[in-house]
């Protein structure tokens, strides 16, 4: 990150112009301290991402979505390590929709793929260095010395020969008349104050009090709420819609088919429910009236009887498989799982002949404008989109089709008046866009040492990335990167290897969902690669080491996984140790389960320690929170968690019978970080794969029952324990 | 016309008596710190405290309310130990679930000061966080606990 970086003029004053032309205005200030602060009147604002007050105000832009990453803390400490101020007085502000603030890969605004801080910390560090370099010209200019007498220090540039300071607010306007440096000096790591501190996160404040705003509590006057009768089933119609006795609830004003299906719109919400229960709607159900999840398993099944795209070979699996020493095959399946953030989803939409304003906790705000000014015929830049808070987002807030949006916008438009839609949690289970169900078919070829000779792995699994913005890039020769990623490039060292891939019948709205692809394929190999060591008669842990020879860094955090877990040393009576490592999104990540099964067939982890190789990093305490995030999201779908069909419905509804970990479930989580100079990778999502088969491998050692189907259910469990 | 009291303030309310009280105080009050998370009283982000003593307002009625005294998270003073430890622990993630967690973790502390690990476990096991920060919400309960040993105000 050292090292001098031409920066592009022009882009500064694009930027600029953004600033000054408007777009900015009405931007909603995320931090409940920020809220209603207007900007003084002089203020330096030297790109998108800044902004220098002549009271002292530092803020900083960010062009990420807040879903408890820390994506507001991490962002802002990049920006004050450059700028020479101390992130704790730095205010956040959502960014608006402007194509400055697109992503820095991906030409458009997006929060996914852990790459928040991996595509924003060059340009990040470049704006604050950028800014510390024109307050440092300023103040030389107002004492009339040369700027190498002067240094930037904690808010302030001091002359060094005459101890003179001038705070960074004093110098704003100074500072704004002067031209952006054509290359800026970023430091070297070992001039770091903030990068890789674990300072507090900036938002924390807001959270505890109540006043950090999300979607949900958006008020705007004369704001309507709604709710919408969702088909019963994916796909399905309203045929005929009988809206008398819906109408006649005292608060309900409009019933309004949209594309969504039926919206009901009131003064309150608990009035819109009301409404929507008394609303009766025939449904054509179309192809998916008797979809059925026994069924599905068996048309998968059958498609993976054939042999599918190959997504990677090397050598001849199939030769390799017939004449080792030892063959072992086995069937893995994974359920549909719904995100179900905390906050149901929502959106506030306000249509006007002029102009639209959306407020909405968003992943994807580019396509979410985009989607209104199609709906509403206005130009983009009419249409204002702030993003609020998001009470979690694991993809859910992410979506291709603007759904979420799209339905506020056009009952805004619809009844002309700005109305907030909310979903239940019942439409939140019910309401598809799940992390798509999967079925593998392994086998592998042992030779007499136990080593792996051969390895082939079929999946068979809806396509998230088909009919997407992102199919050009993510969809090649029939294969969805997503649907094969983390298995097609496993990294333990097998001569003969085969990943091939069927993509299965779409229908079921399929999403993105915390850590994607690898949510399922990181159960897969390593529980499967746990078999091979236990067929083989060898140690799991050593077995792994033993092929990941030319994959140092997923050998280096299974070392010390191993180490800090005290690997191989006695456990109390009842307690099994599993392991299990998987790369995703850039990183490494190692864990270690601990976990004990009641009479019942219930079971309880008791601690993950986890190792983490991230390369350099921002923030270790939010690299130790996203560990026990990853930890608890994963363990969800590892123990609770499905999705399921009968009839074309979803047969579940809510928290009890799609339940995740309570408060006395959660394990112990202890996050050891590897220090190393390698290049960034992410960290919202990969703490989740690893854990699945990490407690799956556990439930082995403990009872010598190998269970290949998630979730790891009592009734799961005792069958498998009886049998085995 | 439902009167009863909020974070020491009166409120009267025109609805229909079996409105939840969680709508009642975000859509008629205004206070959005109370949060919606599953409308059946399964994962209590929307806990408040009814005469002290914690509640899911998703479903309870706005009648079974009236002449009684509810406090929000806005009731709490900043100066909370509770506020304070969970700042200290940098607790949330997302924040959604977080004010019925500290609305449920203050209960508790009224009723216990000094709450085991099993004690935390049993009073808090409602209310769910999606983001897993619930050994941080623990670490922040014990912490209170020790603040409110040295002077802080319950």
Known sequence: ?724 | MISFTVNGKRQQVNVPPDTPLLWVIREQIGLTGTKFGCGKSLCGACTVHLDGRAIRSCVTPVSAVAGKSITTIEGIPEDHPVKQAWIAEDVPQCGWCQPGQIMAATALLAENPKPDDAAIDDAMSGILCRCGTYRRIRKAIHRAAGMKGKGGTP
Request: aromatic share 6%; with cysteine; glycine share 10%.
């Open chain 1, 1 to 724: 990150m050292s090292g001098s970086t031409a920066i592009s003029r022009r882009a500064f004053l694009k930027t600029g112009a953004v600033l000054g032309g408007g777009l900015i205005i009405g931007v909603h200030l995320p931090l409940g301290a920020a809220l209603g602060v207007q900007p003084p009147e002089e203020t330096f604002a030297p790109n998108a991402f800044l902004r220098i007050g002549s009271d002292n105000s530092i803020t900083v832009i960010v062009n990420k979505s807040e879903m408890g990453q820390g994506v507001y803390t991490a962002l802002p400490m990049i920006v004050a390590e450059e700028l020479e101020v101390d992130p704790a007085v730095i205010r956040v502000e959502a960014a608006p929709v402007a194509p400055a603030y697109n992503h820095a890969l991906w030409g458009m605004q997006v929060t996914g793929g852990s790459t928040s801080v991996r595509t924003e910390w060059e340009r990040l560090a470049q704006a604050g260095a950028a800014a510390r370099q024109m307050l440092t010209a300023a103040a030389a200019g107002t004492w009339q010395v040369k700027p190498a007498e002067c240094r930037a220090e904690n808010g302030q540039v001091i002359h060094l020969p005459t101890g003179r300071r001038l705070s960074y607010g004093r110098l704003a306007d100074a500072a704004s008349r002067l031209q952006p440096p054509k290359s800026v000096t970023l430091k070297g790591p070992k001039e770091q104050k903030v990068i890789g501190r674990g300072v507090k996160r900036l938002d924390t404040p807001a959270k505890v009090n109540g006043t950090a705003p999300f979607g949900l509590d958006v008020a705007v006057p004369g704001m309507l709420t709604a709710v919408v009768a969702r088909p019963p089933v994916f796909g399905a119609r309203a045929k005929r819609i009988r809206e008398d006795l819906a109408e006649k609830v005292p608060g309900v004003k409009r019933i309004l088919p949209i594309d969504a299906g039926v919206g009901v719109v009131a003064e309150s919400l608990p009035a819109a429910l009301k409404g929507r229960e008394a609303l009766e709607i025939e449904w054509d159900e179309g192809p998916l009236a008797g979809l059925d999840s026994a069924r599905q398993r068996e048309t998968y099944a059958e498609m993976a009887k054939k042999p599918g795209a190959v997504a990677a070979s090397r050598g001849n699996a199939d030769a390799a498989l017939e004449k080792a020493a030892k063959r072992i095959d086995a069937v893995y399946t994974l359920p549909y799982l719904a995100h179900a953030p905390m906050e149901p989803l929502n959106c506030v939409a306000s249509v006007r002949p002029d102009g639209c304003d959306i407020w909405v906790g968003t992943q994807m705000q580019t396509g979410d404008r985009d989607a209104a000014a199609k709906i509403t015929g206005l130009p983009k830049e009419k249409i204002s989109l702030r993003t609020m808070f998001l009470g979690g987002g694991f993809g859910r807030r992410a979506v291709p089709d603007s759904h979420f949006v799209r339905e506020a916008v056009q009952l805004s438009k619809g009844i002309g008046k700005p109305v907030k839609v909310v979903w239940t949690r019942e439409d939140d289970i019910h309401g598809g866009w799940y992390r798509p169900s999967s079925y593998n078919v392994l086998a592998a070829g042992l030779d007499r040492a136990g080593m792996p000779l051969a390895w082939t792995h079929r999946i068979v699994c809806q396509s998230i990335i088909t009919g997407t913005p992102f199919e050009g890039g993510m969809l090649k020769n029939g294969i969805d990167e997503t649907s094969v990623e983390g298995a097609a490039d496993s990294p333990y060292e097998v001569p003969n290897f085969r990943c091939d891939y069927h993509m299965a019948p779409a229908g079921v709205p399929v999403l993105w969902w915390r850590s994607v692809g690898h949510s399922f394929t990181a159960f897969v190999k390593e529980s499967f690669i746990d078999e091979l060591a236990h067929a083989a008669g060898h140690d799991p842990y050593r077995y792994r080491r033993a092929l990941l020879a030319k994959h140092p860094r997923v050998a280096g955090v299974l070392d010390l996984a191993a180490e800090k877990a005290g690997w191989g040393k006695p456990l109390p009576a009842g307690r099994g140790r599993g392991i299990a490592v998987h790369e995703s999104f850039g990183s490494f990540i190692a864990q270690v389960a601990e976990v004990s099964v009641n009479g019942e067939g219930e079971i309880r982890v008791h601690r993950v320690v986890c190792a983490v190789d991230c390369g350099r990093f921002v923030n270790p305490e939010i690299i130790a929170s996203q560990m026990e995030s990853g930890v608890a999201f994963g363990l969800s779908a590892a123990l609770h968690g499905a999705i399921t069909f009968a009839n074309g419905r979803v047969q579940q509804s809510n928290f009890y019978d799609y339940p995740i970990i309570r408060m006395r479930e959660m394990p112990e989580v202890e996050t050891h970080i590897a220090r190393n100079g390698e290049k960034p990778g992410g960290i919202g999502e990969p703490g989740v794969p690893p854990i699945a088969p990490a407690v799956a491998n556990a439930l082995f050692a403990l009872t010598g029952a190998r269970l290949r189907t998630l979730p790891l259910t009592p009734e799961r469990v005792r069958e498998a324990m009886g049998k085995g």
